[in-house]
């Protein structure tokens, strides 16, 4: 979401200073919480944190990353099924349980 915001800034001519960008970052990573487990949840985010930024004009430019963000929300999602995959199986080793194939 920050690279998003970000390119949103710069794409409607907003510079962010060095204390905003920290506060996207911030913002970024409080949001990320509860995005992960929600498909195309990541543009809703991206909203909340382009608001709280206070750019100009930035509403319509989030119809750009509508082009790009399934891309990128199937590959969060294929990232998010892999990482639980590899939690579940490193928890199930952990308890002594008997993982299938092996």
Do not use: H, W, Y
Not at 30 to 40: F, Q
Not at 71 to 91: H, P
Request: hydrophobic share 60%; proline share 2%; glycine share 6%.
């Amino acid at each position: 979401e920050c690279v998003a915001v970000i390119f949103v800034a710069q794409v409607m001519g907003f510079d962010l200073s060095v204390a905003a960008q920290f506060m996207v970052v911030i913002s970024a990573l409080l949001t990320s919480v509860g995005v992960a487990g929600i498909p195309s949840a990541s543009l809703v985010a991206i909203m909340i944190i382009l608001t709280s930024s206070k750019i100009p004009g930035a509403e319509t430019a989030v119809v750009a990353l509508l082009a790009v963000d399934r891309l990128l929300d199937m590959s969060r999602t294929a990232v998010n099924v892999f990482g639980d995959s590899c939690a579940a199986l490193v928890i199930a080793k952990s308890e002594g349980e008997k993982v299938l194939g092996r």
